[in-house]
């Protein structure tokens, strides 16, 4: 039996993913979508869907038993608490809320009202995070030491509220909380301290780009970058292990793999680099090293309404936990205290 959803913001994300695959989903059927604008909210009645007036009218429609959260991030915790209070489980979008705060207020709400909560972290069936977490658990690669993950552009931050401070624009908020989540579940290591550094180029009030660095437990490290201002992209994935190298280019790309079969070449021959020769930086062949491909694993994105709706139906465990969630939370506030004060930030009792 499918669950009756209603989308909450009929926008982008509202409407343009959760309402689309509502319509072709075999776990739930839409029962409709509620937006405080009149004109989206008729805009989705000429497209043949139901349009609540009111929240309070989501609410009382006893027939809807979860809903999507997909509105601004200054707005998401008073909507989320209501909903749950009002007898609804509630998935949100990312950012889930404004501080660690609001997000325990979130957390308390679901605990007290008996109702699932959960963040639609969707890149979590990205091919890309999949091919290198299925590569890091294969151990193929060894122990792995340093993960690089990056997302590049070059329009800088929409000119909406993803721009503006109050709403909780950036791209720490918009692409990192992906970015962070997908490192957080390659490596299972406690974070020790993280250092970040904001970009302002073409947008003073919030980060237009980040650089952040994680250090683990056992000398591990991911460095994870956004960049809004990058005319010419960098590789998508790298990822480094005692025996080998893996890089993912672009995310539609196959993962390209290169281990190391014997550590010492009897004779290596110096290659000329620039005005000098050098044994250290000369290529590896064949003799030492197999180099192949990884093809792009398959991926399903029903398989998060899915894993939702086994939840609240008691047969699955919740794939998106409260702890992941506030963990992922606690490194971005951590990126921006770090990037405010240009120091690292320490966790005594890891993270």
Not at 307 to 327: L, P, S, W
């Amino acid at each position: 039996m499918k669950h009756n959803l209603c989308v909450i913001g009929y926008g982008g994300m509202g409407g343009g993913f959760h309402v689309k695959n509502a319509l072709t989903s075999d776990v739930v059927s839409l029962a409709g979508i509620y937006d405080i604008d009149p004109a989206k909210r008729e805009k989705a009645r000429a497209n043949g869907i139901k349009a609540y007036e009111s929240l309070d009218e989501v609410i009382a429609d006893e027939s809807i038993d979860l809903v999507t959260v997909a509105i601004p991030n200054d707005v998401h915790k008073d909507t989320v608490v209501k909903c749950l209070l009002g007898g609804k489980n509630v998935i949100c979008e990312k950012p889930v809320a404004m501080s660690s705060d609001e997000l325990q207020e979130m957390i308390d709400a679901s605990k007290k009202s008996g109702k699932l909560f959960t963040v639609h972290q969707n890149r979590r069936w990205d091919v890309d995070f999949l091919a290198m977490k299925k590569i890091h658990d294969s151990g193929e690669l060894g122990g792995i030491f340093n993960i690089e993950s990056r997302i590049h552009g070059s329009r800088g931050i929409p000119s909406d509220w993803r721009g503006e401070k109050e709403h909780g624009g950036g791209m720490v908020l918009d692409w990192g909380v992906h970015l962070i989540d997908q490192i957080l579940q390659i490596y299972t290591e406690k974070i020790e301290k993280i250092y970040c550094r904001f970009d302002h180029i073409t947008n003073k009030e919030v980060d237009d780009g980040f650089q952040l660095y994680i250090y683990f437990e056992g000398d591990k490290r991911a460095y994870v970058e956004v960049g809004t201002y990058n005319f010419i992209a960098l590789p998508r994935f790298y990822m480094q292990g005692e025996k080998g190298t893996a890089l993912i280019k672009d995310w539609r790309e196959n993962t390209q793999v290169v281990t190391c079969k014997a550590w010492h070449e009897s004779d290596v021959v110096p290659v000329e680099t620039a005005a000098g020769l050098t044994k250290t930086m000369a290529p590896r062949d064949e003799i030492t090293t197999d180099t192949y491909e990884v093809e792009r694993p398959t991926s399903d994105v029903h398989n998060f309404y899915r894993n939702v709706c086994a939840a609240i139906d008691g047969k699955e465990a919740q794939f998106v936990t409260h702890d992941q969630v506030m963990r992922v939370f606690k490194v971005m506030e951590a990126a921006f205290e770090s990037a405010a004060s240009g120091n690292p930030v320490y966790f005594p009792n890891k993270l």
